[in-house]
T-cell receptor
């Protein structure tokens, strides 16, 4: 599994877009990028995943660079309820173990 | 929506007690997982199961056992609780398949304190 690097913390104003970067420079061709988040005192929540193409769902958008060495999770209109730790995970599709790093603590402020 | 329910949010037990943590999912998922989460250590996989009566050790199975008698239920057992098992325990489930098994749905967690 590729090692991922994320900023420790970020702030975002309520209603603005939150852009959370992730570096996965050692990613291999078969490895997907997954994003989860964990709101305080809750279990992790799956957000989105991608391999090469940009992806969008009802929660967020995922932009993956052409060389696949980095990606950005975009919350288009952040709300206070989006305050959480966001985890970027890169792994091959083998086994079920998820490896969560330290993640980015996003604080959405009024 | 997938619902993964853990039987307790908070538990306090004594050293040496046998402890049962229960997890139930309502989406007919084949895969179920038990993790523990500790500050600075992230999530660590204890055990997982790909089917009824099947179990596989994760990274830290020592001191734990599991039971999967029904598809929807996955139990974590601490045979003789110790203080170093004080932690947040998280249960998760997923569908099978190369991609789907990495899309896991988590319960709210059980915060266990062993005194």
């Amino acid at each position: 599994d590729a090692k991922t690097t994320q900023p420790t913390s970020m702030d975002c104003a309520e209603g603005r877009a939150a852009n959370l970067p992730c570096n996965h420079s050692t990613i291999s061709g078969n490895e997907y990028v997954y994003w989860y988040r964990q709101i305080h005192s809750q279990g992790p929540q799956y957000i989105i995943h991608g391999l090469k193409n940009n992806e969008t769902n009802e929660m967020a958008s995922l932009i993956i660079t052409e060389d696949r060495k980095s990606s950005t999770l975009i919350l288009p209109h952040a709300t206070l309820r989006d305050t959480a730790v966001y985890y970027c995970i890169s792994k091959e599709d083998q086994g079920g173990k998820l490896i969560f790093g330290q993640g980015t603590e996003l604080s959405v402020k009024p | 929506d997938v619902k993964v329910t853990q039987s307790s949010r908070y538990l306090v037990k004594r050293t040496g007690e046998k402890v049962f943590l229960e997890c139930v999912q309502d989406m007919d998922h084949e895969n179920m997982f038990w993790y523990r989460q500790d500050p600075g250590l992230g999530l660590r996989l204890i055990y997982f199961s790909y089917d009824v009566k099947m179990k596989e050790k994760g990274d830290i199975p020592e001191g734990y056992s599991v039971s999967r008698e029904k598809k929807e239920r996955f139990s974590l057992i601490l045979e003789s609780a110790s203080t170093n098992q004080t932690s947040m325990y998280l249960c998760a489930s997923s569908l099978p398949g190369q991609l789907a098994k990495n899309i896991q749905y988590f319960g709210a967690g059980t915060r266990l304190s062993v005194l």
